[in-house]
């Protein structure tokens, strides 16, 4: 048999590597970025179109390449960043392995522009799909400018994959937050489509994390700072009042590079202890300095992982920092730190206690309350939302429970039927008179008893009424439009640039969902209406639910786009767990529950009811 094994022509080795080192646009762009912060640049602007489908440019002022280099730039393993396999145990650069220009040039038509400083003329080189097509002297700008078109021209089914334009804008956005935070001394721009999203100046690192975050970030911050031979800890974590419901304010940073790590989450929020509640997660902009040579950043392509060689002692200086940082701002105050303050053996202690504080709000203030329906008759559904329900929830669940009651039989059926009264019928929520009260009993104000002939239900309040307002948001988008309750006085919102980027790509369907309003300015928005449904006062807590719970779902979920923003709307606006529900409020919730087209689970598969059979409670009573 002949020889069979051939070398890879370039162009498709180069290909397969931009599979592992380009995975979407963002990938590019953190490369691009990465690349001129190498170049020393101190202003570095990201522009993108198309949510980097159509174009990435990087532009920036950094040192530049000749010609020679610029051309050398596209090959593979050709890098200025290291010379022997020694450096790679003392890496201080971004980027290392000179892959990532050669990957993205096999799958993109790129357009290079590049002057070194004391030179009149720059070089200008043209590659697609790895061949080179056009290479001339250019007037330029000292520095260099990158501009990635068509990203996947060449590998349709790539292209095809990307997903939609606001999850692909929100992963560059999140490329771009974690690449400029922790480069405070550089100014940074981004422009997404000709709108400016973020315009950076140089500054501290808490200047850049309420740049990137917003102005309110300011008062979260607490200060954390710890020098130890192992590590040097700088940087900042979130008041506890200000935690989160999920994770998204999160970061690590170890030689000014954007890392994730369970373990050394687990330190942070260890640290928290009993100042947050199970379902909280802490803020943290935490940047760690190691020697190089004792970690390796070289078990992942993308990089956003690395090993500590002495990672439990690590675990130990994080959590006493953060402790120490928040006791000092009195926010554990009877922790003695003194003893702690210095050390270069941490220490843990068990007996570490930390006071909660407690903050007072008046949970039942709302300013709904003079526009809502008559005194009494208040409920977190409006009523006249209500779907014509032909038959009543009880009636609904013994449909349901048919096949499996048997011990009723069909005499018991009927019974259940006649329990139907003509009110439930109506539009109308029934008006009960005392003595035909349905039997509802709140339980830790979380869930609801309601009894049946045939036993008992037990309905989970924040489910239930998750489920209720999901299936309306999803009529919402099928009608168009949902109903809009205007507000007496417009509200004006600021959000985070990334929010307010976010709401504009989602601007369609975040109206149709039922809301009202308008941009103003950069990234604020004047609300003018709500969705009807809504009860909250608080309609920017709602938004930021509503996105924050779309992000999470876009990465760890694969939903259509309609189906997330309407279960994230559901989550974010329906009635908690905790909230103590009157008699009418639970009457309304299960009467809606049960006209819903799914009423038994949320669309996730977890269940919103389960059931206590009357047989099997008689069985274990022995009867
Ligand atoms: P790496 O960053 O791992 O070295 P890249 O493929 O990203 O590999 O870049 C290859 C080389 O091109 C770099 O080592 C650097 O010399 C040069 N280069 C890339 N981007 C720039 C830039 N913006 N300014 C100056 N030089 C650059
Ligand atoms: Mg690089």
Redesign the pocket.
């Known amino acids: 048999m002949s020889d069979i094994i051939k070398l890879l022509p370039d162009a498709v080795a180069n290909q397969i590597a931009a599979g592992e080192v380009v995975q979407r646009p963002a990938s590019a762009v953190k490369?691009?970025l990465?690349?001129?912060i190498?170049?020393g640049?101190d202003t570095i602007s990201l522009v993108i179109k198309d949510a980097g489908k159509a174009l990435i440019q990087?532009i920036?002022n950094?040192?530049?390449?000749s010609e020679t280099?610029a051309r050398?730039?596209?090959e593979r393993h050709?890098?200025?960043?290291i010379k022997s396999a020694a450096d790679l145990f003392n890496i201080e650069?971004?980027?290392?392995?000179?892959?990532?220009?050669?990957?993205i040039a096999a799958i993109a038509q790129v357009e290079l522009k590049?002057r070194v400083e004391g030179n009149d003329l720059g070089t200008q080189i043209v590659v697609e799909g790895s061949k080179v097509k056009e290479q001339e002297v250019c007037s330029t700008a000292k520095?260099?400018s990158?501009s990635i078109k068509n990203l996947f021209f060449n590998v349709p089914a790539r292209r095809n994959f990307l997903k939609s334009n606001p999850v692909e804008i929100k992963h560059i956005i999140e490329e771009f937050q974690r690449v400029a935070m922790v480069h405070a001394d550089i100014s940074f721009s981004m422009y997404n489509n000709g709108n400016e999203v973020f315009n950076l100046k140089n500054g501290s690192f808490r200047q850049r994390i309420v740049g990137v975050f917003g102005d309110k970030m300011n008062q979260k911050l607490v200060p954390v700072e710890e020098n130890t031979d192992i590590v040097s800890i700088a940087g900042f974590v979130g008041k506890p009042e200000f935690a989160k419901k999920t994770r998204g304010e999160q970061y690590f940073f170890v030689n000014d590079r954007f890392i994730k790590n369970s373990y050394l989450n687990h330190a942070v929020q260890n640290a928290f202890d009993q100042l947050l509640s199970k379902d909280q997660f802490p803020s943290y902009f935490l940047k760690l300095y190691i020697d190089p040579a004792k970690i390796d950043i070289n078990i992942h392509p993308t990089k956003t992982e690395i090993k500590f060689e002495d990672e439990r002692s690590i675990y130990a200086i994080i959590r006493t920092a953060v402790k120490q940082a928040l006791g000092k701002h009195n926010i554990a105050p009877t922790l003695d730190f003194e003893q702690e303050s210095s050390f270069n053996v941490p220490l843990m202690r068990s007996t570490d206690t930390i006071k909660v504080p407690t903050i007072k709000v008046n949970k039942d203030y709302n300013p709904f309350e003079t526009k809502t329906v008559s005194p009494g008759s208040r409920s977190i559904i409006d009523r006249s939302q209500r779907k014509q329900s032909s038959e009543n929830w009880e009636s609904l669940y013994t449909d349901f429970e048919k096949d499996s009651t048997d011990i009723l039989g069909n005499q018991s059926q009927k019974e259940e039927q006649q329990v139907i009264s003509p009110e439930w019928n109506s539009n109308e929520a029934p008006d009960f008179d005392e003595s035909e009260k349905q039997t509802l009993i709140q339980l830790h104000a979380k869930f609801i008893l309601a009894q049946l002939k045939s036993g008992s239900l037990i309905i989970d309040q924040e489910r239930a009424h998750t489920r209720i307002l999901y299936e309306t948001y999803i009529q919402n988008f099928a009608k168009g439009k949902g109903m809009t309750q205007q507000l007496l006085f417009p509200e004006t919102i600021d959000f985070t640039s990334a929010d307010a980027e976010l709401i504009n790509e989602l601007q369609t369907e975040v109206k149709q969902l039922g809301f009202d309003f308008e941009k103003m300015g950069k990234s604020s928005f004047v609300v003018s209406g709500v969705p009807v449904e809504l009860k909250e006062p608080n309609i920017k807590k709602i938004i930021e639910g509503l996105l924050e719970q779309f992000k999470m779902n876009e990465s760890e979920l694969k939903l259509k786009k309609h189906e997330n923003l309407a279960i994230s709307m559901a989550r974010s606006a329906s009635v908690r767990s905790g909230k103590k529900l009157s008699y009418e409020e639970m009457k309304a919730l299960v009467d809606e529950l049960f006209s819903c087209e799914m009423p038994y689970s949320l669309p996730n598969g977890k269940p919103t009811i389960i059931t206590l059979n009357l047989e099997d409670l008689n069985q274990q009573f022995d009867y």
Do not use: H
């Not at 050709?78 to 960043?81: G, I, V, Y």
């Not at 650069?93 to 990957?103: C, P, Q, Y």
């Open positions: 490369e691009l990465e690349n001129a190498d170049a640049a990087v920036d950094g040192f530049g390449m280099d050398l730039s596209f050709a890098t200025s960043k650069t971004k980027g290392f392995r000179g892959e990532a220009l050669a990957s590049t520095g260099t990158f």
